[in-house]
């Protein structure tokens, strides 16, 4: 997960401030839409299984309750390994995207460092992708890494691109993808459409997050493209949110706010029960 300047992990979720070093004040767009819950134990369960029958150790464990236990204790935590480095593989992917955004509007950038970094660890092919992506579409970057907030609702985020494509502004969202056994990127989560829908309905956007210097949101008003763009190995996938189903992920969206809301004002209370004794006996 990439790191924006203003936001900081609590234990509330990811939140964020006006300026670098400032009071934590809302959610990030991530912690809200993660109030939605999600049952991951089927997969973690698969990994784990999928752990142990190619755990070398296995055939030289088997009537040994020890070394199995051991082997049991490791394949526990292969979803959280996994999980742990597709977000770090997905940060070197994001960087990349991001410094050829930088490239393209000014000279300042590290583009070199960044797919040095991919190459550093076999993931070369990802950066060839989105060059590839990046002239196939015409890619005109506007800004990059943009930090936006909303007040009225209370959350802030931060949108991965803004571009020019074909002539239409977009609102883009990358996502590091793996690919399927046939080679094609894995399918986006449609909860994208919903983080790209709060993207949207920013109203002010960081200029100067040293500063804290807010401008407002100056791309809401033309009903620009939401996309997003899934980078695989062997190739990019770029989907847009469906317009006719906006209204509903906003909807969604805000409601999950309040989840958010309600969740932190009930841990700031205390414990929700408490012990209590029997009634005094009569006549006492």
Not at 193 to 217: F, I, R, S
Request: overall charge negative; some cysteine; charged content about 25%.
């Amino acid at each position: 997960m990439t790191a924006p300047r203003l936001a900081q992990q609590t234990e509330h979720g990811r939140m964020y401030a006006r300026s670098v070093g400032g009071a934590l004040e809302v959610p990030s767009i991530t912690t809200v839409i993660s109030q939605a819950a999600m049952d991951l134990t089927g997969w973690a369960g698969h990994m784990a299984a999928t752990a142990v029958v190619q755990d070398e150790k296995l055939a030289a464990a088997v009537g040994q309750p020890g070394r199995l236990k051991a082997i049991a204790r490791e394949a526990s935590r292969a979803a959280e390994v996994f999980r742990d480095a597709a977000a770090e593989r997905g940060d070197r992917v994001h960087a990349y995207c991001e410094q050829l955004a930088l490239r393209d509007l000014g000279p300042e950038h590290a583009l070199e460092a960044t797919r040095a970094a991919l190459a550093g660890n076999g993931e070369t092919a990802f950066a060839d992708r989105v060059d590839e992506w990046w002239e196939l579409y015409g890619v005109r970057p506007i800004a990059a890494e943009a930090t936006v907030w909303n007040k009225t609702v209370g959350y802030a985020g931060t949108l991965d691109l803004v571009a020019e494509i074909g002539g239409k502004l977009c609102l883009i969202d990358f996502k590091t993808k793996g690919t399927t056994r046939d080679g094609r990127a894995k399918a986006l989560d449609p909860k994208v459409g919903m983080q790209l829908a709060a993207g949207y309905k920013a109203e002010e956007l960081c200029t100067d997050a040293d500063a804290g210097t807010w401008v407002p949101w100056p791309y809401g008003g033309e009903a620009p493209m939401l996309l997003g763009v899934a980078i695989a190995e062997t190739e990019v996938v770029v989907q847009q949110a469906s317009p006719e189903t906006l209204p509903t992920q906003w909807r969604r969206f805000w409601a999950l706010r309040q989840v958010w809301e309600t969740g932190r004002a009930l841990a700031e209370a205390g414990p929700a029960l408490r012990p209590i004794g029997p009634p005094a006996a009569a006549g006492v």
